[in-house]
């Protein structure tokens, strides 16, 4: 069972966003996915209200997720999203101490870019591989990546972060998607917003393998340079 767990110690940087399309991207029946959401705002709740399938389930967390994770592994889940709260309080601490690895969603501005440090520090602290994902960001143009996205890259390079060679772009229907209580690609397969997060999932399996052994580490995002 692989752990993925969604924090940043600054708000509004896309960990429920991120968690909800990853969820319905990845689960299918023969790969169940268990999403926890352990944010008393309950975003991810709410988009699972709007979604009315209780397809992934979801479980709430209050002070600790390993109850709820030690139960997941007994009953045969694959996948264990979580999403926590934008702060360094116990249930953060705790979804990291269980995750598998960790993504730590940044907006490339300044404010956003500096707030990863203290996340940075929990996993670092607990050993734990981490990548940052720029979310949020301007579209790229004729492939170039906006300049804000590569001042953002080399700032998190002072940090010694990995980021994914990647990013997730400010786009309406990924909010559109979410107000339906759909994934990307259920509301739009063919589309940029469904192809970003079609991207960033095969980054993270990506990762995931190299962190279980199961493939070469070399080029996953969890090691990469900035
Ligand atoms: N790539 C994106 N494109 C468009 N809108 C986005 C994108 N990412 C996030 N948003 C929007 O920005 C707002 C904040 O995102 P979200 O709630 O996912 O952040 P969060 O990190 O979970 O916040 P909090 O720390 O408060 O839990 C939401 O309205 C969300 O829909
Ligand atoms: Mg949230």
Redesign the pocket.
Known sequence: MNVIVFA?R?????????TAHLAAQVHKASKPCLLIDA?P?G?LTLWHKLRGTNEPPIKTAVNSVSGIVAAAKRDGIEWVFI?T??NTSAVVEDAIKNATMVII?ARPGVFDVNAVQETIQTCRANRKPYAVVL??APASRDNAESRIVTIAREALAKFRAPVWGGQ?????D??MA?GHGEGAREYFAEGRAAAEIGRLWAAIERSVKAIRGTSPSSGAMHKQAA
Request: no cysteine; glycine share 14%; hydrophobic share 20%.
């Open positions: 940043s600054k708000g509004g940087t896309g960990k429920s966003t991120l944010d705002q975003s999403d709260p934008p969603p979310n949020g997730i772009t400010n786009r309406s990924l909010l979410l």
